[in-house]
């Protein structure tokens, strides 16, 4: 029977279904469980006062529960007069909630019958309705997928009686749809359900496909664990789902701003203003809310083909990840790219990014970005801020992940990812005061890969003062490279084709370099050795010159060595 808790178990799906109906005041009132089977739930709803009524196409079943003493009927849900056969079952009594306990997933249409329990329900009051239903999400069946399986097996998740899966999602769609809004929820977890394969490395994870797998599979929502949605829901309105096509832009432009720099981002809407491509939007985010009027009346300049463009959101507190993070849940368009308030672009850059996306769709597109150091005029004069120097290519033409790693090489507004990243859990690291694009591009780029559009369409204005490189301390920048790095060691990351390669290249080198410093070292240790040598027989000729000197010999002998010296002057000047 694998994980299903046939019989009830108080931390399974029975225990959880049972505790939702506990706050329900179920006392004196029917409760009726459809698809009953052996009644796993009739005692504990018993002890909560309630009269429980099973319903079950099995006629064993139901005579089983019979001979017990419990009351129970027999029901097909497929019936065409399903609501007349729950009417002679309920025969008039009060109902506090109806059960589908691991029933839904059984019913070839389990709209029709949802519907019908709504029916009953409008007729009384505070009916509530408990559902537990697998979750063919759960992050095994991934596993499964991915290692070319879909097994069909007794019971479980891949009951082979099962004809409807449900999703959290889907789930979701389906009640709402038929006039039931959920309440409340105890989901049953299982970290390994009954399709998990011990020791594959797809289901491990310690390995690093399983660790993958886990990270794309959590990032897309908190259910991947989830063996069993069990929730408890009340009745509404059907919500019937409209689809509206809506027009989305290509690409959105997420602009942080905190507003103080009203020149540069005038500066910045003119090169947005001038753009070859017009299928993007704007998604200003102003990081001081005091400025949003004053950022608002910026953007109202440009009343021709961008003022339509930009939507301003106020945004407080936090560090610089916040407001990004506030763009990008706004953000509409098929691709994201971020531009800062005091850099610039050229007129093709939008062009650029959809030529890119277009050529390699799904990527991260990267371009690159030459480096224009400016200072800001003394006050009086009539340009506030001025270039000081020749644009010059600072920064990698072409993106390398390693090198990436080590440090970032591509300014913010150099690359632009799809927006379906959002779904897979991206979200800019609100812990880190700097640095938080860096990582958001490594990891980005890690699931994404990097499609290079080999052309300058940035300028990166690097500032003299007011920029957030002379607001940071050094020490700073190193604590948040260093959180980084642990961020992103946490998880794997996978590399682009061609890594082994410049891996292979680079670690030859390092093993070249390595053996010209051991050489280097040795020789060293070679050239200190022989030092050591001569300082030791200098040491030992002063050592016993100084013994000499005081010596009783050496004293009586110094008349005799003065005589000598005496002597041998005196020849030296009969030669001169």
Not at 108 to 127: I, N
Not at 288 to 293: C, K, L
Not at 349 to 359: F, H, Q, S
Not at 509 to 523: I, S
Request: with cysteine; glycine share 8%.
């Amino acid at each position: 029977m694998g994980n299903y808790e046939f019989d009830f178990n108080d931390s399974g799906p029975y225990g959880s279904a049972v505790r939702l109906l506990s706050t329900s005041a179920p006392e004196g009132r029917v409760v009726l469980d459809v698809g009953c089977g052996a009644g796993a739930v009739a005692g504990p709803l018993g002890d909560l006062g309630a009269t429980y009524v099973g319903l079950d196409l099995d006629e064993g079943s139901v005579a089983a529960l019979t001979e017990r003493g419990i009351e129970a009927h027999v029901l097909d849900l497929t019936r065409p007069d399903l609501r007349e056969a729950l009417d002679k079952a309920v025969n008039g009594r009060k109902v506090a909630a109806v059960l589908c306990l691991d029933v839904l997933e059984h019913v070839p249409d389990p709209r029709a019958v949802l519907e019908v329990l709504a029916g009953l329900a409008a007729e009384q009051a505070d009916v509530e309705l408990v559902v537990s239903v697998p979750n063919v999400g759960h992050v095994d069946l991934a596993r499964q997928l991915l290692s070319g399986h879909w097994d069909m097996t007794d019971s479980g998740l891949l009951d082979r009686t099962h004809v409807r899966f449900f999703t959290e999602r889907s789930l979701t769609e389906l009640m709402v749809s038929t006039g039931w809004y959920e309440a409340a929820r105890e989901d049953f977890v299982l970290l390994r359900s009954d399709q998990s394969r011990a020791g594959h490395p797809l289901f491990e994870p310690k390995a690093t496909l399983g660790a993958l797998v886990d990270q794309v599979r959590s990032g897309a929502d908190e259910h991947g664990k989830v063996n069993q949605f069990v929730r408890r829901y009340h009745r509404g309105a059907a919500r019937v789902a409209v689809a509206v096509e809506e027009e989305r832009p290509f690409l959105s432009v997420v602009m942080r701003t905190q507003g103080r720099r009203p020149d540069t981002l005038v500066d910045v809407l003119c090169c947005l203003g001038a753009q070859t491509d017009l299928d993007f939007e704007v998604v200003m985010v102003v990081h001081d809310s005091t400025m949003e009027t004053d950022v608002r009346t910026a953007v109202d300049q440009f009343e021709g083909n961008l003022a339509h463009r930009v939507t301003v959101l106020p945004c407080d507190g936090g560090t610089r990840g916040r407001p990004a993070n506030a763009g990008l849940a706004a953000a509409r368009g098929e691709y994201v790219v971020f531009l800062d308030d005091d850099d610039l672009v050229t007129a093709n850059w939008v062009e650029n990014i959809k030529a890119g996306a277009r050529t390699s769709p799904g990527t991260l597109v990267r371009w690159w970005a030459a480096e224009q150091h400016r200072e800001w005029a003394p006050n009086g004069q009539l340009a506030t801020h001025t270039a000081t120097g020749p644009l010059t290519p600072t920064y990698a033409t072409r993106f390398d992940m390693v090198r990436h790693i080590r440090q970032n090489e591509t300014p913010f507004h150099c690359f632009a990812f799809p927006r379906v990243l959002v779904e897979l859990g991206f979200r800019f690291d609100e812990s880190l005061t700097v640095c938080e694009d860096w990582e958001f591009l490594v990891r980005a780029a890690s699931f994404c890969g990097v499609h290079d559009t080999d052309e300058m369409t940035s300028i990166y204005n690097k500032w003299s003062e007011k920029s957030s490189s002379h607001a940071v301390a050094t020490d700073e920048w190193l604590v948040m490279r260093s959180m980084v790095h642990v961020a992103l060691d946490e998880k794997p990351l996978l590399l682009p084709p061609g890594s082994v390669r410049s891996l292979d290249r680079r670690l030859e080198r390092e093993e070249v370099l390595q053996r010209r410093v051991d050489a280097l070292e040795a020789e060293l240790a070679a050239v200190r050795g022989q030092l050591a040598h001569t300082e030791q027989v200098s040491t030992n000729a002063h050592n016993a010159l100084s013994e000499l000197r005081g010596s009783t010999s050496w004293k009586v002998s110094a008349p005799v060595r003065l005589a000598g010296a005496v002597a041998k002057k005196a020849r030296q000047k009969r030669q001169s």
